[in-house]
């Protein structure tokens, strides 16, 4: 079946600009994770969304950055006046999780990312 | 707070050796944890988990993880391994009433022909 996929896969930009990042989930996955890969290193979480509802938007670095997310499908990260320290690799996850309960070892499934560039 | 230690950013090993790659990890609550693979330019791949139960966990491509409570560790284990393993390597834990999952920083394996 089709898994997790993003879109662009690879976008440079230049400082100042603003980015919309796409990402298609699973095919009903209620829970979508966005996460920033930097060079070398870890994951850095984002945000969470639970349907279309964000309970826990903690991750988010600035206020240049918000996402939302259409019912239980597509979600958009954009990133307002983006700045070198954008650059890094976005990427989206999806699980099986029900609405109202959080399903706390239901595991996460990544799309393949988009690399963002800031020159 | 819920954190993760990978000490090693990158491990060698020869074909047909085993391997190992560490995970320590820190939670309040009992954890959940998971292990999971990044190939090049490409998304991560879930390897395995522990919810509870015994503490020897088999999963993908012949890896097995060893949970260990009391030294807080979850180490990736392979008995033999293949230059086809040679990836990135991310261990994560979840506490209940977090929402998401917290990585480590990752450790690199590659594997020598």
């Known amino acids: 079946g089709a898994g997790v996929s993003q879109s662009p896969s690879n976008k440079v930009t230049e400082k100042g600009k603003d980015v919309e990042l796409r990402c298609d989930p699973i095919s009903g996955h209620t829970a979508l994770y966005w996460y920033r890969q930097r060079l070398g290193q870890g994951l850095e979480f984002l945000i969470y969304f639970q349907g279309n509802s964000a309970p826990d938007k903690s991750g988010l670095p600035s206020d240049r950055f918000s996402a939302e997310r259409t019912g239980e499908s597509v979600s958009t990260l954009t990133i307002q006046r983006t700045q070198q320290e954008d650059s890094a690799v976005y990427l989206c996850?999806?699980?099986?999780?029900?609405?109202?309960?959080?399903?706390?070892?239901?595991?996460?499934?990544f799309g393949p990312g988009t690399r963002l560039t800031v020159l | 707070a819920q954190s993760v230690a990978q000490p090693e950013d990158q491990v060698n090993v020869a074909e047909g050796n085993p391997l190992t790659v560490k995970c320590t990890y820190s939670?309040?609550?009992?954890?959940?944890l998971f292990w999971y693979v990044q190939y090049p330019n490409r998304g991560l791949q879930f390897l395995l988990k522990y919810i509870t139960g015994d503490n020897l966990v088999k999963g993908s491509y012949g890896f097995e993880a060893e949970f260990n409570k009391s030294q807080t560790s979850f180490h990736l284990k392979k008995p033999s391994a293949l230059v086809s393993d040679s990836a990135l390597y991310f261990c994560?834990?979840?506490?209940?009433?977090?929402?998401?999952?917290?990585f480590g920083k990752g450790t690199m394996l590659l594997v020598s022909p």
């Open positions: 994560a834990v979840r506490d209940r009433g977090y929402s998401t999952l917290t």
């Open positions: 996850a999806s699980s099986p999780s029900r609405v109202g309960v959080q399903n706390y070892y239901n595991e996460q499934f």
């Open positions: 939670v309040s609550g009992n954890p959940y």
